[in-house]
């Protein structure tokens, strides 16, 4: 079974990339949360279903991980499109991931829910896309699979990213048309869910 489940051999560089981009979006995640305190998350409501979503999305991540063979160091791995390609993926998921937080600020959590003080965050990313961070995962993704040397395995990988996101997406929904009724149903009319003019 574990010959099934093998990557094609990776280089050095493609993972220093991966792994670069990982801290990056780690330190962003601390920097938002320690910015959150008590009093401002009082009130609202929270939707506890979006913690089996976030369990879904991260079997997405594992389905696209597993032993990795590295063939090549750093130098020569500049030069591989895989290294390109995962540069490509990774940057764009940070700038999506990063200007979300920002954008944010202290409506941002990770398990779904709305504040007393909640605002409609509609600008920056939000103005692309409803779910600019779960597109930014999605890049991300996709990213760690080629770095990893697993991107054959990317279709089982997405198929449980999409469910754990769908199962997020209603219910972060849910809350944000119980708190802002017709202005996010506005919002959402205009602005498509997950991909820019399509889904």
Do not use: C
């Not at 390609?85 to 398990?111: N, P, T």
């Amino acid at each position: 079974m574990m010959q099934l489940w093998r990557g094609v051999p990776t280089n050095a560089a493609a993972l220093a990339v991966l792994f670069v981009g990982l801290a990056i979006g780690l330190i962003g995640i601390i920097r938002v949360s320690r910015g959150q305190d008590a009093e401002q998350q009082k009130g609202g409501e929270k939707a506890g279903s979006s913690k089996l979503g976030i369990l879904v999305q991260a079997l997405g991540f594992a389905l696209a991980s597993g032993p990795v063979a590295v063939t090549t160091g750093f130098s020569e791995g500049l030069a591989a499109p895989r290294t390109w390609l995962v540069l490509l993926l990774i940057g764009a998921s940070l700038w999506l991931v990063l200007s979300a937080f920002r954008v944010m600020g202290e409506e941002w959590a990770l398990v779904a829910r709305t504040r007393e003080a909640h605002r409609l965050v509609t600008n920056g990313p939000f103005a692309l896309v409803r779910n600019p961070i779960y597109l930014g995962l999605l890049l991300y993704l996709g990213g760690m699979a080629v770095a990893l040397g697993y991107e054959r395995h990317l279709p089982f990988a997405l198929v449980a990213f999409a469910v754990g996101t769908a199962i997020r997406v209603q219910a972060e929904e849910r809350l944000l048309r119980a708190r802002f009724g017709g202005a996010y149903d506005a919002y959402a009319a205009r602005v498509k869910r997950i991909i820019p003019g399509l889904i």
